[in-house]
């Protein structure tokens, strides 16, 4: 099974900037699918962002689309996600996922298609 470590969050100010990074075990990082899912205080974990093996298309959920980044270092098995323009909504525990399967573009954002998870990282964004 993949081990995956998330690294980065913090408390911030709201529209600043932070960068999460996810680094991941194994020597076929580049053919695994990655995600990063959150979850705020008394929700559920919520899909954000994802990012398929080679070449790379990406997934985002509307509420971040233009404001965060996915993105992959194969050579170096990390996984990031760019946060600009941050808002108090994005305050959660965000959480690294991987799958050694291939997931199609529509499964992306299902939590069941990932079977490696980080203990998650703590954004938290003041207003």
């Known amino acids: 099974q993949v081990q995956v470590v998330e690294s980065g969050g913090g408390l911030v100010q709201a529209g600043d900037s932070l960068r999460l990074s996810c680094a991941a075990s194994?020597?076929?990082?580049?053919?695994?699918?990655m995600a990063w899912f959150r979850q705020a205080p008394g929700k559920d974990r919520e899909f954000v962002a994802a990012?398929?093996?080679?070449?790379?298309?990406?997934r985002y959920t509307d509420s971040v689309k233009g404001r965060f980044t996915i993105s992959r270092d194969n050579a170096n098995n990390t996984l990031y996600l760019q946060m600009n323009s941050l808002r108090p909504e994005d305050t959660a525990v965000y959480y690294c996922?991987?799958?050694?399967?291939?997931?199609?573009?529509?499964?992306?954002?299902?939590?069941?298609?990932?079977?490696?998870w980080g203990q998650g990282t703590q954004v938290t964004v003041s207003s």
């Open positions: 990012i398929q093996r080679a070449p790379g298309r990406t």
């Open positions: 996922a991987a799958s050694t399967k291939a997931i199609i573009g529509s499964d992306l954002g299902r939590e069941a298609r990932y079977d490696s």
């Open positions: 194994g020597r076929t990082f580049g053919t695994y699918a």
